[in-house]
Every structure is written in C-alpha cells, then in structure tokens.
C-alpha cells in the first residue's frame, strides 16, 4: 500500500494585533485576530521531513507585525490583501493563501457628552470577518459579521407546519425570534468601499429583521439576504446562518397563571440551524 | 470519629428568565440569570436522608417564573429582593436567602434614526449585577457590573517599582492600560434609586478612567473607586477587580523598524490581578 | 434584480441524548451529541413563507428520541445510518440528509479493583465523532476523534526551515511537541466494525506519535495518516489537524541560570495549524 | 466626604509552567496553572502612585520559572509552600501571599501494553487544586480536586420533600444522579504525604459515590465528605460542592412509547448545586 498526500495546507492561527496610530487631535484603535493558510509546494516536509520549503509559521506571525508598522488599518479587507499578496509574491512555493481577519470593535468611551480622544469601550461579542483567498490568478473577498445577537418580540409566527406522529410543537402567531446572526458575503471584485459596504449590509440585515412581519427563520432570512443584495451593488452573495436561540413561554398553569407571552426560558441546546445562500439572479 | 455538618447550603442555580412587557407604543426586553442558595434547618436531608424539610431546587425555580410573572422588573435590585423575601416568609426552614442576578443588557435596533418598538440587539458581554442577601434580620444590597472591557491608549506609565534579581521589566512611561473590569458595591440600606445609581456609578468609573493619568493601575483603580463613592451618596463601599489585559510592545528591531508604541499584542494570560475596596472614611 | 436563492440547508443542532441500557449485571451508558441538517424541497418556506412542507426543527429532535427508544446505540456509526435514512424515507421532499454525531466517553468507577457496575466517571475532553451524509443515491459515513490532547517531551525537532529577514525563530534539534488532534476518516463502505476501527486507528495514531522520530509536525501527521491507512483496511482516506500547542523555552539567563528543556510556558495564542490528508494510492 | 482603602491585594494570575524532569529511563512532565495575590504595606501605590515597595506581576512571573528550576515539583502542595515562603521571606512588605495552583493531569501511552517513556495523553478536565495560605505566623494548606465528572445509572432517589403550590416535581424513585465534584479540604498541618492523601481522598470519594444508595444529593455528599475525613487523618475539614446535572427523562406517550430510565436529555441549565462541609467532630 502506497499513502498518497492529497491535500495539505499550514499557517500560523489566532496572530492578535493592536494597532495604535497618533492623530493630531487623538489616537485611533484597532485590534485584529488573524489566521494565516498556505498551500504550495511543501508535501517534501511531509514526506522526506525536507523543511527547506518551509516557511515558520513563526515568521508568518513577525510578518504579520511587520507589515501592520506601515499599513494604515483601516479596514481589514485591504490588510489581508496585502497579507495574501505578500506571501504569493516573497515565496514561489506558495500556490494560495488565505488570510482570515477578525476585528474586535471598540467604541469611544463618552465623556460630557464627547468622545473621549483615547479611551474606549469593548464593542462586545459581535464581530467584523474578513477572508482573502489569493493564487497566482487572483484574489476573492468574503467579507461578514458574525455573533451579532438580535431578537424581536412580536412580529413572528411559525404555524402551518408539516405535521405527523413526530409532531408536538404548536402553532406560534405570535413569538420571540432570537438568533445570533452570522451573515458572510462575496464581493464581485478586489476593490470596493469596504467599511461603506460593511456598514451599509450591517444596516440592511438589521432594518429587514426587525421590520419583517416573520412566517419562518427561513422567511426572514431569505428577505434579509435579499436586501443586502439590493443594497450593496458590490456583492455577488451572501449566506445568512441562523440558529433559533429558542425562548420557551413558560407554562404557568400548574400555578393558576396565564402568561400572555410575558414571561420565557431562554434555552441554548437543542437549537435549530437555519442557513441559505442568495445570489444575484 | 464523628463528622460535624458545619456548614451547608443548597440552591438553583442559571435559572433563565426573559420577561417582555407590552406597553402601549412599544415592548419592553428585560432578561436575567438567577442563582439562589438557601441556608437553615436542612441538615437532617444531609445527616439521616430527610427531605421532609427541603424545598425542591426544581420548585425554587418554579417561584422565579411565578413571581416574574406579577412582577415589573424595572431593576435586578427589587426583583432580588422580592425573590429572598419570599422564600423566608413561605418557609421557615429557610434561615437565610441568597439571591444573585446577572442581567443581559439588550440595545433597541436604530432603523431611520428612530428606536424600533419591538426589535433588539444584544449589549454585549458587559453584565449588571445584583445580590441580595437576607436573613430574618434584614437584607443586604450589593450590586454592581462585571465584563467591562475599557482600554486607554495613553495617560497610563508604570515606573519606579522595585528592581531587584527578578526584575526583568523595564519601566513604561507611555502604556496601553486595558482591564475588564468589576465592580462590586455595597448600598447603605434597601432602598434606594436602583438605575439611577447604577447608572451614575457606572458612568462616573468610565469617566475616571478616562480622564486620570495613570501612575498605576492601583492608583486608577484607587481613583475610581473613591469618585464612585463620592458619586453616589447610597452606597458605602465600593470593590473594584481589574485584570491588566497586557498588551506588549512588538519587538520589530530584528526587522529594522522602530516600533514607537504602536504595534502591540493584546495576551490572555499570564495577567496581573488588581483589587481594591474602598470605604466612606 | 432578482435574489436567487442558491443553496439553503437547516435542521437541529446540540440534540443531547443519555441512553442507559440494563444489562443482567450492569448499566451500560451512552451519550451522544446530535446535529441534522436537511437540504430538499423547502425554498417555498424561505421565498413565500409557505411551511407545509417543512419539518419542524422541535419534530426532527423528538425523532431521535423515538429512535434511540429501539436502538442499541452500540456505536454512533449505525445509529447515525439509521436516522439519515429515517429522513429519506418518511420525507419525500429532503433530498440529504446530514446526521453528525459526537460520543462523550464514560469509563467505569474503579471499586476494589473491579469495574463498577453503575457508576462512570467522565472521560474527558477527547471525543469520537462521525458524520453520515445520505443521499437517495446511498450513504458516506466520515468518523474521527477530536480534541484528543497529546505531547511528547522528546523525539522532535524542527531545522533546516526557510530563513529570510522575517525569520527569528532559531533552529530546534529538541523541543516539545505537543497537539490537539482531529482525525477524521472516509470509510470506503457503509458496514464496517465500527467500534474495531475507531479502537485500531486511535490507537496506531497514539503508537506512531509517540514513537516517531519527527523532524516537523508535518512529517509526524503524514506518519500517523499513512499508518492508519494500513491499520484498518475499511478507510479510504484520513485527514489530520494538529495545531501546534506551543511549549516555549523560558529564558532564565536574566537570572542566572540555564534552562536545558527543563521548564516551559504553555501557549494558546498564537498556533501553527498543520493539516494534511492521505488517500490510499 | 473622605474615602478609605479598607482592603487591598495584588497578584499575577495564570501563570502557567510545563517542567519536563529527564530521568535515566524516562521522562516525567508537570504542568500546573499558577495564581498569586500579595497582601501588604501597599496602600501608598493606590493613594499616591509611590510604585517603590511594589513587586511588579511580571517579576513574580520570573520568580515562578526561576523558583519552578530546582524544585523538584513532585507535588503541587511544596511548590506552592516554597512559593509563599519566597514572597514572605525576600519583601518585608509582604504581610501576607496566597499561592493557587492547578495541576493539569498527564497519563502516559500505552504502547505494546507498556507506559511509555516521553509520550503522554491529556488527563481530561479534572483538576488537581491547591491553595496555599501564608502569612508571617505560619501556612494553612488547602487542597482539593475539580471538574471530576461523575454519574450514576441507578442506586439515587429523591422523595418525601416539601410540597406546596410551587412544587411540579414528582418523587423520583429512581433517576440518574451526575455531578461535576469539587472537593476542597483543609490539612491540619503544614507536612502531610501530599501525594498519599490526594489519591487516597479522590479514590475515597469515588467509591463512596459509587456504592452509596442516595436518598439526595445531600445525603450522599455528606457520606462522601465523612468517608474522606475518616480515610485520611491529616485533614481536619472538607467542603464538597455539587452542581446536580441533570439527566431528564424524556417523555415519549405522544408517541405511544415507554420509556422505563432509558432514554434522558442532559442538560446545563439551571442546575441544582449543593455544597456542605463537614469537620473532625
């Protein structure tokens, strides 16, 4: 029997950065997680143990430190082309890299009504995404958010159902629609507003949710990635993945109580897992 | 040998609660996590297996959803209350009632500049926090806020410590001081203006921490702690717990560029561990 | 435009399941971790809100309930099998189904030297996995293990790597090599001894780890993968991830002291991340 | 209004250390997670940032790796002993040190059905804790264990306790008793075998658990707790904590089946958690 080597890929995982740069009137923040993939002419270390092809992934992480000294983060899109760049153009044995990048938000801290020019707030568990997959012919950018918990009290039913001998849950009119939103989309090419284009979708899918009169996750999802597709000219698509953080009405009978939609159990296991995936028609 | 009982306590614990109110132009979103531990007359269920005494975890929980239900949970603090009260008035077993109560802090979603009535997103990691803690004396009201990750990008130096064979860090006279922090306040007595203190106290640590020039944590710390106390007249003293979230300065001299506090990294662990209470003198 | 919806998937996921089975002399004890995911005829229910043919999420986790009732869930495998094919068979409309399954391991209490008959003790982080992917055109069943901790505090080096103006990472002949790895294997066939294969490839991936004299993580996992491959005949293909849990060197020089491989700081933050998978040739 | 630093304390927390010890044959390995806080003549670094009698966390680092080079590190108790003396006995400042410290638990692979001699395989959650306590009159030795997952299919009852109208819970005859134990116990003394006593307490409490036929939680935690007091006579205090985790019994009449202790949903939330301590009458 021969093992033959049919894919293989390293890099170096969870690179963190901070970057503080000095403007006239206040200092400016970002921090950024990044995730370095090669793929290339390596299978040698494989299967002879021959490294002279590798690149450390300790280097990788230096380079990630030295080529944030002179790149103004602005957004993470053009840093990780520039990442992705980088490692096609100084090494020949590299065939793809795929940079991923996630950014923490933070917000100024208000004091009397200002913002403070160099003290912040942590943004939270949400997060903006970014991954640049780059070969020798191109660059893609798929760029997202991810942990963006929302929820709407009314507005949204789930009846109609299929049911059968597996069935017991109830038609809802009327429910709580909870979910933590992971939204990921493709741009059409390698160039574009990125911050108006994060901020506007951000926007979209925030808008839609909240104003959709909802017959189903699917439902609302579907109108969500639509409009994010209407909005942003500059995307060719977007996959929305939903998981229904379920809050159960409590039953209050036993005690003698209604409960008129008032009072729920927010519940974290099981959930249900809703995704779909909208093109430009 | 004998074994002594010498002390013991029972309870539930991540109780789970979302109460929506509908208001005539709007929905109200309060969630909380409760966690309740009973002391008094239960060592015989340890001693000799009598149950005869204990009240079910399960039925504690069960109050929870009950009192919700008629209760308005404007605060965690009355709510807190309410909760202790009630298992040393229902049960006279019960010798003390410990109630703690960690609360979600949800945003209403933004849609044309205007608050939606009914639609929200999550506040992030940031909690408000409560314990109530009652005997047939009386209650104590501890409250207060954990998970604030506030960061300053200067205004913050660390010199002149001890130098000795272990001392291997150099002094800072410009650092990024980065903390999560939490705060743990003691109120005067059992009445008072919930929100608005815990907003006053809140607001008043931010922006100390904003606005002193760091010779310290401890100092900061120190700082804030007594601003708080001078803030808010309802609360006679105040614990607050600040993990230095290093971020390091990059060595970027191999790579032959300065790196004049600008490209830092953000570590977990190991990290220096401040505290501190302060009293009304 | 027109949104056109190009992929759409959803089912539920963290379906948690305790099984215990009465034997003449023992319990015996299973649990399982159980996600599904549907693809087929639903996008009525994301394009128009049209439900009828959806199952509803809650209906898919009282089906494994109902199924694992009869079932002796002797390996997650068949269990696995029989659930996918449950979907195919009473759904005309799904069209995949997706089952993936996760095995928390118990081990028996130790009493006198023998195994108790009904008390377990947890068996840690390390997880068996499987995912079966079933089609009306048959089944694929992928299984594997994950978050199995491992180290070696000899027998590994790294040298002879790529070394250009990003490298400050010096030249290993012994370091610590120590992982967390995922394997995931394809099976050629939908019957094979389910429990015998995962038992003879975890175990030859154990034996080659710690027997190997590795120039590189890559050389290792290659190592691993080839002779499982030739352990267990049933597998066509096995992937290997092995993040590289960093056990840095502590430089006690500044003290006075050497450091020959004696102490080390464990890291999270930042990984090298190697994967690689080996087919039969 | 003045404010008065009532207490204070400072530290490094989570310092980790992994010591590879090279003896004739084999190699032994210890990893332990290290926390420190310093009580002391520090007020002067909160009140006027006087950083002179401060001990940076980062020389305590150093003094962990410096220190953790000629200890033998057999066990967790001495080294934390050596620790808290080193803090005393080098700063006169240090009125009093606390030293935590968590031991991660190695197994070796078996290979050929011998333990091999430089490859080992991760332990799993459960935790080896210490604390050592000291101040300039002396040490107190507190050690325990944690995360110790442990189930039981039968032999656990609950039944006969209070019933009102908040009670919805039905006399359990029979269910699954699973906990996460904690065990935290006080030595009388500042020498026992410390290594001895931890087996002999963990196997102690293992076993009881096992053969214990349980009327509640309670009672078979104090039965633990007693048995590990009488076992090991140079402990004079235990304090056992046990979150319940619940096993729920799936209800499967809508779907016309029994379901007689088979099949259970765990669950994390809420959780019942009872704790007692119990000292040498």
Known sequence: MTAVLSHHAYGKSRVRLTKVTRQADRYDLKELTIDIQLEGDFAAAYTHGDNSRIIATDSMKNSVYVLARAHPLTDPESFGQHLADFFL?????????????????????????????????????????????????????????????????????????????????????????????????????????????????????????????????????????????????????????????HRLLVNLQPFGLDNPNAIFVPTEEPFGLITGTLRRG
Not at 183 to 201: E, K, P, S, V
Not at 213 to 219: D, K, P
């Open 89 to 245: 153009t100084n090494y020949p044995q590299v065939a793809s890299a795929q940079v991923k990048l996630v950014e923490q938000s933070w917000r100024r801290i208000t004091v009397a009504g200002r913002e403070h020019p160099h003290a912040f707030l942590g943004g939270g568990a949400e997060e903006r995404t970014c991954i640049v997959t780059a070969t020798r012919r191109g660059q893609r950018i798929a760029s997202g958010l991810d942990n963006l918990l929302i929820l709407k009290t009314t507005d949204s039913a789930f009846r109609g159902f299929l049911r059968d001998r597996y069935t017991t849950l109830p038609d809802a009119d009327d429910r709580i629609f909870a979910t933590i939103l992971t939204a990921d989309w493709q741009y059409r090419g390698t160039a574009a507003n990125w911050n108006g284009c994060y901020q506007l979708i951000r926007q979209t899918l925030l808008e839609v949710f909240a104003g959709h009169h909802s017959l189903s996750v699917q439902q609302t999802l579907h109108a969500m990635g639509a409009a994010a597709l209407e909005a942003c000219a500059a995307i060719e698509e977007i996959t929305l993945t939903m998981p229904n953080q």
